[in-house]
């Protein structure tokens, strides 16, 4: 199975309340993603931007409306199916105790494949050097929470994986701190060239993201503010 083809994401009228006597965080929710759009998500911190990722993700179910992917409506299929296709980098991403390799590939679908397409993959992410350097390179040990990586490189891991997965739609959430500058630009470079076709939706927290994007998504209190170019806005 190739779907996603196109990583076009529909929502609508999306509800999502974290416990039904509270308030819902998100309300009446609609927009389109065209495939291959870079969006950046932006809006005042607790506006829902990460519930909404998480939402797409099924981490976290709503209470009414429709999210369709390729007009499939993910929850008709399979979470692992959804999981393995669509990426999602948290903003302080859990590394895994393991290897470099376990954290690529958690599940050994990659294993028969040999190393090549995961020094490919790291190699795109822009991350094979900094693996290179450890003496066991892909048997490398990193630690549980990714102790001996940094917030951003620990990012890059997972855009890496992603890039192993080929999945057609990545969800990054941007690090509030902690990111260098040089690891913040070659996370953006990495979106502009290794996810050139792919539906891209990071949660930006700077103005150069946002200058970066096709559209800009403003979520105000849990509704759509502006949805548009970032010249328009
Ligand atoms: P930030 O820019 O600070 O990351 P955000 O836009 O990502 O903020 P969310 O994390 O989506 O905001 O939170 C939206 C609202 O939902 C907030 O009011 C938050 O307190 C609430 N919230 C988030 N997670 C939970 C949870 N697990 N249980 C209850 N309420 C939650
Ligand atoms: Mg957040």
Redesign the pocket.
Known sequence: KNWPTEGAISVKDLYVR??AE?DP?LRGLSFEISGREKVGVC????????????TLYRLVEPSSGTIKIDGYDITAMGLYDLRSRLSLVP?DPVIFSGSVRSNLDPFGQFKSRGDGEMWEALKRAGLDETVRAYDKGLDAEVKEGGANLSVGQRQLLCMARALLRASKILVL?EA?SNVDNSTDSLIQRTIRTAFKDCTVLT?A?RLHTIVDSDRILL?EG?QLGEFGSPAQL
């Open positions: 974290y416990r509270l965080v809006g005042r911190t607790g506006c829902g931007k990460s519930t909404l990722m998480m903003q959430d509030t949660i927290h979520l849990g």
